[in-house]
């Protein structure tokens, strides 16, 4: 079934191609962009998103591209950069990407109260939501994002209906598929005739990826760290331009191989220093074997390997695993650190190649500074497992905005798996055989250990008693969940016997002017 439906696919894609050469291409090549005519006959997954939304009918997709495509030239979409953009819209903030919804998807953000309806910086504006628009698109290739009109403190002179047509349109011809959903909050019940117009120009099956929001539900969508303080949040991000927001995911300290900002003695000197802090948390007998394999002087024994593999497997209780196409990853979406008064412990991120070829992977954050990742750039044989070390930099502080990024590709068998060899693996992989994942930081703000907390004398933890730590770990991260969420029910409560209580009191004061007027 699968082999059958990729097939079918395939002979879609061709198929477009071929008829937007012969029908298209040949008498309007001067309406296009060469550069987009070149990407449509190599980017399959562009080809794909146009088919998407178009059901697969190919003339209907051939329309669309051909709409798509004069919008891009008449927008210089390929060309368009910073200097492209007048400063002042770039530092007034009222569009920019920043932040994860609960999905993992991207926000898009479109703050309406600092838009003024002015038809002299119209183009301006739709040059600023191409702009970001096409710099997410060309990094992310496909994943959608989420739309946050934030409609808050806004009056009568931002209604634009222009604009928010062609924010429509952008992900309704230009962008197709990557609207993951539009989250509308706090829309004054002056726009609730302008949003019904606005329904008409999604369509009935895009209208259900409209969601309204008020403080008191926006958190079913986004969680309280994404959230700024007006939307009832915690996100202490403020907008400020230069440089340009962007929370991209950056190579972290301690690359496997040789460091390009780091000589070789402070290289021996991490490699020492994190060589004592292992050595402190495992027995005497594992010290000969650890520090044999440091010095490498001595090879260390078959049967010394096989007693700190069982040792690690008592150690490595996964809390949860994301099952992905090349590669399982433990933890499945946060990565939990300890906030104890000695600072911040080590977390570990497993691996598991579930592929027939060797997998290389990659370990990106959002706070490159911070972190120390070991190995940060290597590669999986099929079948192995690789542990994965985390641990913040020179005592600095873990932060839940914090995020990571595991990218996974396979690998020829005759590929070499050195640096030189990854490095240029990396620059040639398309983009579109990459892997990805992310993970979130998570701070236990108690004392006890995790499974996935490298803690003293873990090592001599029984198989047994680690699963009963596992086990209880677990209750206590469901019973904090379940205490947010009533924490969560109470306050709404609250603002809704507020809310009544006032619209009480209105009525009440009415009645008595009525009565005595």
Not at 263 to 280: F, M, N, R, V
């Amino acid at each position: 079934m699968a082999e059958h439906h990729a097939q079918n696919k395939a002979r879609l894609i061709s198929e477009t191609r071929r008829r937007f050469e012969a029908e298209y291409v040949t008498d309007k090549s001067d309406k296009y962009d060469p550069r987009d005519v070149e990407r449509l006959q190599q980017d399959d997954n562009w080809i794909e998103s146009y088919l998407y939304w178009r059901h697969n009918v190919i003339d209907e997709t051939l329309k669309m591209l051909d709409e798509s495509f004069q919008w891009r030239k008449e927008m210089t979409v390929n060309d368009l950069t910073e200097s492209s953009i007048p400063r002042w819209l770039l530092e007034i903030g009222g569009i920019y990407l920043h932040g994860y919804d609960k999905e993992g998807n991207k926000l898009f953000w479109i703050r309406v109260k600092y838009h003024v309806k002015d038809h002299k910086t119209m183009l301006d504006k739709k040059k600023l939501i191409a702009f970001w628009l096409e710099r997410y698109a060309r990094r992310e290739n496909g994943k959608p994002v989420t739309v946050m009109f934030d409609l808050s403190e806004t009056g009568i002179n931002s209604i634009d209906m222009e604009f928010v047509r062609f924010i429509i349109n952008c992900f309704k011809v230009y962008y197709p598929k990557y609207l993951s959903k539009m989250v509308i909050f706090d829309m004054p019940w002056i726009m609730n005739a302008a949003f019904k117009i606005v329904k008409t120009w999604l369509g009935p099956e895009a209208v259900s990826l409209l969601k309204f929001a008020s403080k008191s539900d926006i958190q079913d969508y986004v969680s309280v760290e994404y959230l700024p303080p007006h939307m009832g949040g915690t996100d202490p991000f403020k907008y400020s331009y230069p440089p340009l927001v962007d929370d991209d995911f950056q190579t972290p300290l301690c690359e496997n191989g040789p460091i390009a900002s780091e000589d070789e003695a402070s290289s021996k000197e991490d490699i020492e220093s994190d060589g004592k802090e292992i050595l402190e948390a495992i027995s005497n007998e594992e010290q000969t074997a650890l520090l044999k394999k440091i010095n490498l002087t001595e090879p260390t024994s078959k049967a010394e390997e096989h007693e700190k593999d069982s040792k690690m497997k008592a150690f490595k209780k996964p809390l949860s695993v994301f099952k992905g196409p090349l590669l399982h990853i433990s933890p499945a979406e946060e990565l939990y650190f300890g906030n104890t008064e000695s600072g911040e412990k080590k977390t570990l991120i497993v691996l598991t190649n579930v592929t027939k070829n060797i997998v290389a992977f990659k370990v990106r954050t959002t706070a490159p500074e911070k972190y120390r990742v070991k190995p940060s750039n290597s590669s999986c044989d099929p079948g192995a497992s690789v542990d994965i070390v985390v641990s913040p930099h020179g005592g600095l502080t873990v932060s839940a905005q914090d995020r990571f990024l595991i990218m996974a590709a396979e690998m020829e068998q005759s590929s070499g798996t050195g640096p030189a060899e990854l490095t240029q693996f990396w620059k040639e992989v398309p983009r579109n055989k990459v892997m990805e994942h992310r993970l979130r930081c998570h701070i236990v703000e108690s004392s006890k250990p995790t499974t996935l907390t490298l803690k003293d004398n873990a090592f001599n933890i029984s198989d047994k008693t680690g699963a009963d730590i596992y086990l209880q770990l677990n209750r206590l991260l469901e019973s904090n969940r379940k205490l947010e969420d009533q924490v969560q029910r109470c306050i709404w409560f609250q603002q809704l016997m507020l809310s009544l209580t006032v619209i009480l009191l209105a009525f009440v004061a009415s009645f008595f002017y009525l009565l005595y007027s």
